[in-house]
């Protein structure tokens, strides 16, 4: 009976550190994928190696783009990474930039979270509005993203997740090598603003003529430009009339 005791409790214990092991095999497993980009751990494969993203070169006029033009095939797979939930890819002479929103299929998307950094009301949906404060249905097609009923936002981009800014960077390279820089935002503005780019480009036209507009919405975005330029709709119109 005691050899019976015995052998029960080394299966208990034996089952005990069974459970615990999977447990943490699953946690790090997790915190490794690009389901989780907030844990920072030691050798994180999301990590390792040198930083892909933001500025690294440091030379001047790293945002005076001679030429760019819209990549459906970096927009699609970036679109596909974890915690994204749509994305514009552009390519210039020089960089590669993202414009993007969130969703949910991931977490940590952004450094510092909480009820109160979210930039986006999506009660509506719940009573078929888009807009909650006015009871307002409609929605501008000229925008993916918004403040209500709509994907999510980080209005400054130092703030998005370094773990999630590296794993796009990382899947931008692995494609376009000749890239210098890549330069990443989920601002509501910043995107908006590329969907009318991106729209020009779907309809067959090319973008060379809006080439200096683009330069003065990156510099605004990523180096503190002053200036803001109209949006792309507005700038045809008037290019239109003259």
């Known amino acids: 009976m005691e050899k019976l005791r015995k ?24 915190e490794n994928s690009t389901y989780d980009y907030g844990t920072k751990q030691k050798n994180d494969p999301k990590m390792l190696g040198s930083r892909m993203y933001g500025t690294m070169s440091g030379l001047p006029g790293q945002h005076d783009n ?4 819209y990549s459906n095939m970096l927009s699609t797979e970036v679109s596909n990474i974890n915690g994204v939930a749509a ?9 590669a930039y993202v414009g993007m ?3 949910w299929t991931a977490t940590h998307t952004r450094k510092t979270g909480g009820r109160g950094t979210r930039e986006q009301n999506n009660t509506g949906s719940n009573s078929g509005v888009y807009n909650s404060d006015n009871g307002s249905p409609y929605w501008n097609n000229q925008r993916i993203v918004g403040p209500y009923n709509s994907q999510l936002s980080v209005n400054d ?6 773990e999630l800014k590296q794993t796009i960077a990382v899947h931008i390279r692995r494609l376009a090598p000749a890239v210098q820089e890549v330069h990443i935002s989920a601002n509501q503005q910043f995107v908006n603003h590329l969907v009318q780019y991106a729209q020009e480009a779907w309809a067959g036209h090319p973008l060379t003529p809006w080439t200096d507009s683009f330069n003065k919405l990156v510099k605004h975005q990523f180096v503190g430009g002053d200036d803001v330029p109209e949006p792309l709709d507005v700038q045809i119109r008037r290019a239109q009339t003259k």
Do not use: P
């Not at 994305?87 to 960089?95: G, I, P």
């Open 157 to 162: 981009h130092n703030e998005i997740s370094g």
């Open 87 to 95: 994305a514009l890819v552009f390519l210039t002479d020089k960089n």
């Open 101 to 103: 929103t969130l969703d």
């Open 66 to 69: 001679q030429w760019l033009e």
């Open 7 to 30: 052998l029960l409790m080394s299966f208990t214990a034996i089952a005990v550190i069974l459970t615990v092991s999977s447990g943490c095999n699953y946690r790090r497993q997790t």
